[in-house]
């Protein structure tokens, strides 16, 4: 059995390729969810980091069941010391996430590693330092699975500025949410655009729309059902980059052939 490993920075973040995670589950391959962090930092400011992080676990392990995946595995709980991260502390915790993806690496054998790139897809430096310790952790492991990015090209960005024009009352809510809790993102979501020619691969997830949907709906306490992560799940297509791909390498799926 194939088996693909999905490193996320936040619950929710597998809304940029939950297309291409139901759509590898739906062909058999065995789908694993590791977060690094519970998104402590995505309430209010007044609220209990440590219960929002309760609250996003659950809502990402319900996601994950409706894109089929076979299990989450949440890093955050095995570190005690600081069990709330606040965006700009991810780099005290780092080092033992990355030995944690190396273990997993090394226990699972995926064929498929998907993560973030060093674009962090909106820059968030949590994403791109989670990114960073996969790559590292893919090779400190020994292993060599094709080890994709994930990345907005014109496309993607075009499907979800197109969903958001088509859903002002939407914005308008995340915006008034932005202003309780700027942390959350810009007011107008922001991404790093990767020209087209960097893209080496483009995933038709058009059959897997719905369930995409239904899956961000999941995250209620994001914006989930109805809310801004409806946007994130607009693209038909989801893109990445394949490392150490020969150039002009263009391919219509992350698993193997
Ligand atoms: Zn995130």
């Known amino acids: 059995m194939s088996a693909l490993l999905a490193v996320l920075a936040h619950p929710d973040d597998e809304t940029t390729f939950g297309g291409t995670l139901a759509r590898c589950a739906a062909e058999g391959v065995d789908v694993t969810i590791v977060c690094a962090t519970g998104g402590g930092g995505g309430g209010g400011p007044d609220e209990n980091p440590a219960a929002i992080i309760a609250t996003r676990q659950v809502e990402l392990e319900a996601a994950a069941r409706v894109l089929g995946a076979a299990r989450v595995v949440h890093l955050e709980r095995t570190w005690g010391a600081l069990p709330c991260l606040r965006r700009g502390n991810y780099h005290l915790v780092a080092r033992d996430h990355e030995r944690a993806v190396e273990r997993l690496v090394r226990d699972l054998r995926p064929d498929v590693v998907l993560t973030f790139g060093n674009d962090g897809v909106t820059g968030h430096e949590t994403h791109v330092a989670v990114g960073a ?22 496309a993607q960005v075009a499907g979800v500025m197109a969903w958001i024009d088509a859903h002002p009352d ?42 995409k949907r239904r899956a961000a709906a999941c995250h209620l306490s994001q914006g989930g059902g109805g809310g801004i992560l409806d946007a994130f799940s607009a693209p038909t297509a989801e893109a990445f980059v394949l490392a150490g791909a020969a150039p002009g390498t263009r391919e219509d799926h992350v698993m193997p052939r």
């Not at 914005?171 to 893209?199: C, D, K, M």
């Open 170 to 211: 939407c914005l308008a809510e995340y915006q008034e949410a932005q202003l309780r809790n700027p942390s959350i993102g810009p007011p107008v979501p922001e991404f790093v655009v990767v020209p087209e020619e960097a893209i080496t691969t483009v995933v038709d997830v058009t059959a897997f729309l719905d369930v």
């Open 133 to 154: 310790l996969t790559r590292r952790a893919v090779a400190a492991s020994g292993l060599t699975p094709r080890l994709l990015e994930v990345a907005y090209g014109p």
